[in-house]
């Protein structure tokens, strides 16, 4: 295959001086496979479920009355899985106490994969792992006048690219979880 590496220079276009690039992915990905595949049917009984809600590698369960605590110790220490009560998942995964986490989350560790029946097959690969798995790392490359040249940044999460193109094109951001500050760095000092 041959690659031709075209660069926007004022040959092609006056400003091109003035444009900022910026190319992201919103996720990493994460090799799974069959031989890593945890089956909800062969740990909860189906009864207690009310609703359920996901696809690999994450679920949320409505527990029927009665059932949250039944569902949480059947799951809680099955390998491959990790599984919080609504309300009881770390800061850093943004679920706070939100309606939709309905009773209880189940995410699937690194590499492994849930799914609620037996025959479902599992690809080769997924996202929607736990943010803390550097697989799900996403990409970001930026230049132009706004952005530093020859600079590598720390990690930082996605939601923060916003508040840095509204700095960039000098908007009033609206209100998001996301924060300029942990991005500011990307850009060349303006003094």
Partial sequence: VQVKVL????????????INVIVTSDHGMCNISESRKVVLEEHI?????AELQG????FVIKANEGYIDSIYHALVDVE???????????????????PR??????????SWSVVQYADKNVSSGAHGFDNN??????????????FKTNYTSQSFNNIDI???ICEILELQPAPVDGKLANVKDLLKDTD
């Fill in 80 to 98: 491959g899985i990790t599984t919080w009560k609504s309300g009881e998942l770390p800061e850093r995964l943004m679920y706070g106490n939100n």
């Fill in 162 to 164: 916003y508040p840095l």
């Fill in 101 to 110: 986490t309905l009773d209880l989350v189940v995410v699937a560790d690194s």
């Fill in 55 to 58: 696809y690999n590698p994450n």
């Fill in 133 to 146: 798995n550097k697989t799900m790392d996403a990409i970001f490359y930026a230049y132009g006048p706004a």
């Fill in 7 to 18: 660069t926007i220079s004022d040959k092609h276009l006056p400003f091109a001086e003035n």
């Fill in 45 to 49: 009984e189906l009864e207690w479920i």
